[in-house]
């Protein structure tokens, strides 16, 4: 197929060309229109179909855009407000519409002559949302949305003095990769320090996030928020029962090739003990890598590094770019953290992220780089909800393009030394991220399992957890106040609970496709676009085989592709 990257805006029809998200009262005769409208061929509910689907992308991408504003700035109130606008005044009213129109759907008789196998994944989420609404959740939902951005109003404002210059923590922790041991460890120690300062305001944050979600299910019928979050998540093809033999298998299969990583990284800086801030170290004559010096340089450096894989991918970012969708650097008032976010009318998403100039920022670039490749891929499926893809598929799109691209990381490299440093890197990363997903799961199947804990109660099995997964190669003692709140570093607990144990199904769809691609570059990379183009239109099993690959989360299959991983890296 001949692809284009010349993302054109979607065309209304159906809303005046110039119509923007202001009030409720204006939005609103639009969902009434199609509540009230009659439908009377399955033409008719074709139409309404796009119809609905035009006014969703135009909801979904001003919401996006009062998102984007307001993590770009965290010091500005007025963008605050207006995100907070939109979920206390907008969202709410928006929720009781988007039900009825869910249930006229599936109530008309003409729903059974639509192309069954094309609406297949539609029509099970919308029977879904029908299930799960209640209308006493609204207010709950609006305030959870609000509550939940305030971790990034708390992170963003954290900083630390190193050398008498104030930094960021995401800028702060290059130095954590430098061959002064004892700056290292200062700098770990003001990071953790500062982390402490904040740890009582995360905590009740974190307590009052937990107790409205519990009633969120319980309102919904549901025993607990983890069962609840499991139907919202549209998880229809895996299981909690899934994710505990995911857990197990990275303990019995990971965990050892990770001791091996670390038992070298000791040997490579001649250490007798590791201590956590010699993790990312480079021994003494090395320097820390240096892929880019700003944001301008990161993108252009990306750019260079997806033409070579495939020109459409190259011409994505320039698409992007022109559309000024970009915001790289990280500085002070900015949120912690990096995404892509789709634009559903725009068509050309949006990429945020913290660049501190290290190795972490290039991986963190093409992985949102691979998201972004998705957006374009799928959006020329005909309906908003056709692009609802699972994550566990989004994450496949980002994580492969870590590993698809590695081969042509030379446009960030001149030595051949800092290349092979740099793949190193990255498939340590592939690894060692796997235990950090498996505990992040773990401890949230426990947090709402027991909604009513004390914080005492929290730190325990937290800790536990933690020492589940944790290699003997690296020495913590006398850091135990740090590893406590160790948890509270992970934004997705508070702003996207459940949604973490993606990235490891996710990793290992990429491992496989890595596999096919180191195969047979040309047919791996079909796969990962035939796959992606389908959007959200095929069930999670059958976007993996589109893909090439099996849907498989057992501790065998597990065992396979962390071999081959052990194989490459040793080959490097």
């Not at 054109?8 to 060309?17: C, D, E, N, S, Y």
């Not at 069962?227 to 303990?251: N, W």
């Amino acid at each position: 197929m001949a692809l284009s990257a010349d993302i054109k805006k979607l065309g209304r029809h159906f809303l005046p060309a110039e119509f923007t998200v202001t009030t409720w009262q204006a939005l609103e005769p639009y969902f009434k229109n199609l509540l009230d409208r009659n439908i009377n061929s399955v033409n008719d509910l074709q139409q309404w179909l796009k119809d609905m689907s035009e006014l969703e992308a135009v909801v979904s991408e001003d919401a996006c855009w009062r998102q984007i504003k307001m993590t770009c700035d965290t010091t500005d109130k007025s963008l605050e407000e207006a995100f907070t606008y939109f979920c206390m005044e907008i969202q709410p009213n928006i929720q009781p519409y988007a039900d009825a129109l869910n249930k006229k759907l599936i109530a008309s008789p003409f729903t059974k002559e639509l192309d069954q196998q094309k609406f297949f994944t539609y029509l099970r989420n919308v029977k879904k949302s029908i299930d799960l609404f209640r209308e006493e959740n609204i207010p709950l939902q609006a305030e959870l949305s609000v509550m939940q951005q305030q971790y990034g109003v708390i992170a963003g404002k954290m900083t630390i003095e190193v050398n008498g210059k104030e930094y960021t923590l995401q800028q702060a922790g290059k130095f954590l990769e430098s061959h002064d041991r004892k700056l290292r460890e200062e700098v770990y120690r003001k990071i953790q320090e500062r982390r402490l300062q904040d740890q009582q305001a995360l905590h009740d944050l974190y307590t009052q996030l937990v107790q409205k979600r519990d009633q969120v299910a319980k309102n919904a019928g549901f025993a607990n928020y983890r069962d609840y979050k499991f139907v919202e998540l549209g998880r229809f093809d895996y299981t909690k029962e899934d994710c505990f033999q995911f857990h197990e298998a990275v303990k019995l299969h990971v965990l050892p090739i990770i001791n091996k990583i670390y038992q070298n990284k000791k040997k490579k800086l001649g250490l007798d003990v590791l201590r956590p801030w010699d993790t990312e170290a480079e021994p003494e004559g090395v320097q820390p890598l240096k892929p880019f010096t700003d944001g301008k340089d990161l993108y252009e450096k990306s750019v260079r590094c997806f033409e070579q894989l495939n020109p459409f991918f190259a011409s994505c970012l320039r698409k992007m770019n022109e559309m000024k969708h970009f915001d790289l650097e990280s500085r002070k008032g900015k949120a912690p953290g990096g995404y892509n976010c789709p634009l559903a009318e725009s068509g050309a998403p949006f990429i945020f992220m913290n660049a501190a100039g290290q190795m972490s920022d290039v991986t963190t670039m093409v992985h949102e780089g691979g998201h972004a490749i998705h957006s374009f891929l799928a959006h020329e499926l005909e309906l908003s909800a056709f692009k609802e893809y699972p994550m566990e598929v989004a994450e496949v799109a980002s994580m492969s393009m870590e590993l698809f691209t590695m081969d042509h990381w030379d446009s960030f490299f001149d030595s051949q030394a800092d290349l092979k440093r740099a793949k190193e890197h990255q498939l340590e990363r592939t690894i060692t991220i796997f235990p950090w997903i498996a505990i992040i799961d773990k401890y949230q199947h426990w947090v709402y399992e027991h909604p009513q804990h004390s914080i005492e109660e929290r730190t325990a099995k937290w800790m536990e957890i933690l020492s589940e997964f944790s290699t003997d190669a690296i020495d913590y003692s006398g850091l135990e106040e740090y590893r406590k709140i160790g948890w509270q570093r992970q934004l997705h607990l508070f702003e996207v609970p459940f949604y973490y144990i993606e990235y490891g199904i996710a990793q290992l769809g990429a491992i496989g496709l890595w596999m096919q691609y180191k195969n047979n570059p040309q047919q791996a990379l079909q796969n990962y676009m035939s796959a992606l183009s389908l959007g959200g239109t095929k069930t999670l099993p059958e976007l993996y085989k589109a893909a090439g690959l099996q849907f498989n989360l057992s501790p065998a299959h597990i065992k396979t592709l962390m071999e081959f991983v052990d194989k490459e890296m040793e080959n490097l």
